[in-house]
C-alpha cells in the first residue's frame, strides 16, 4: 500500500513538472495562491482501547510548500502537490516503556505521573484537489481544498514525565509511513484543516494486554495560506 501511494505521488510530481501553466499571454493569467502554508491543531485519538484517556494538549504544527497548478483560465480549479514539515504531540494515559528493545505498554492512573507523550517528526506529501473563488486582483476569497497526504515519520519518541524524573526513547513501534485523507476550507484568513488517517498510529506488534493497539488520528485546527 505505500509502495502504491509514493508511486502516484512521484506521478503527480512528475506530471506538475510537464504540465505548462495555462495562459502566460498576460499578467492576470500567471497568478498563483495558497503556496505557503502553516498551521495548527489538535489531535485526536480514534479507535482507542476504552480504558484509554487523552490527557493535556495533543498538538499539531505543520508547516510547508505547495506547487500550485491551476487548470481553467481562470485559474481558480487545479491541483497542488506540496512538501511539508510537521510535529505532532499525543498525551495520554498510555505509558510506553523499553526492555531490552522491546516496548511494552500499560494504562497508567494520572496520579503516578505528570505526562506521557508520544512524538513524531514527519516530513509530509499533501496532494490537493482545489477549488476558490480567487482572481487576480481579490486577495479575499472562499476556498475548498480536499485531497490526500502522505506522511513519513523520521523521528518517534515516547517519554513519561514523573515527579522522580524523565524517561525517554526513540519508538520504533511508530508506524513509519502514515496516510490520510484532506480537508482545508474557509474565507480569507481562517481556514479549517482535516485530517482523517487511514493506518493505525502504532504498528501490528504494539499491543496493550495482549491486543493490537489500533489508534488512529483525526485532526482538526487552522491552516494559514501565503502567496
Do not use: C
Not at 52 to 69: C, E, M, P, T, W
Not at 124 to 144: C, H, V
Not at 154 to 180: A, P
Amino acid at each position: 500500500m505505500f509502495r502504491i501511494i509514493f508511486q502516484f505521488g512521484l506521478g503527480i510530481a512528475l506530471l506538475l513538472l510537464s504540465t505548462p501553466i495555462y495562459g502566460q499571454d498576460t499578467l492576470d493569467n500567471r497568478y498563483l495562491e495558497d503556496q505557503f502554508y502553516i498551521g495548527v491543531g489538535y489531535n485526536v485519538l480514534l479507535d482507542k482501547p476504552d480504558e484509554l484517556a487523552q490527557r493535556n494538549l495533543s498538538y499539531n504544527l505543520q508547516v510547508g510548500f505547495i506547487k500550485d497548478v491551476p487548470f481553467n483560465r481562470k485559474r481558480n480549479f487545479g491541483i497542488g502537490l506540496g512538501l511539508g514539515y510537521a510535529i505532532n504531540s499525543y498525551y495520554s494515559s498510555l505509558v510506553a516503556s523499553q526492555i531490552d528493545n522491546t516496548v511494552n505498554y500499560e494504562i497508567m492512573e494520572q496520579a503516578d505521573y505528570n505526562r506521557s507523550k508520544l512524538g513524531t517528526h514527519t516530513i509530509e506529501l499533501p496532494f490537493e484537489l482545489r477549488w476558490r473563488t480567487s482572481n487576480a486582483e481579490d486577495y479575499k476569497f472562499w476556498r475548498i481544498y480536499a485531497g490526500a497526504k502522505l506522511g513519513y515519520v523520521f523521528s518517534g519518541r515516547s517519554k513519561l514525565v514523573t515527579e522522580s524524573g524523565n524517561d525517554s526513547f526513540s519508538n520504533n513501534d511508530i508506524q513509519q509511513f502514515q496516510y490520510g485523507l484532506i480537508l482545508n476550507f474557509g474565507y480569507n484568513t481562517w481556514n479549517i484543516h482535516a485530517y482523517y488517517g487511514l493506518n493505525p498510529l502504532l504498528k501490528e506488534e504494539a499491543l496493550l494486554n495482549g491486543n493490537p493497539i489500533d489508534m488512529r488520528v483525526l485532526r482538526i485546527g487552522l491552516i494559514f495560506y501565503i502567496l
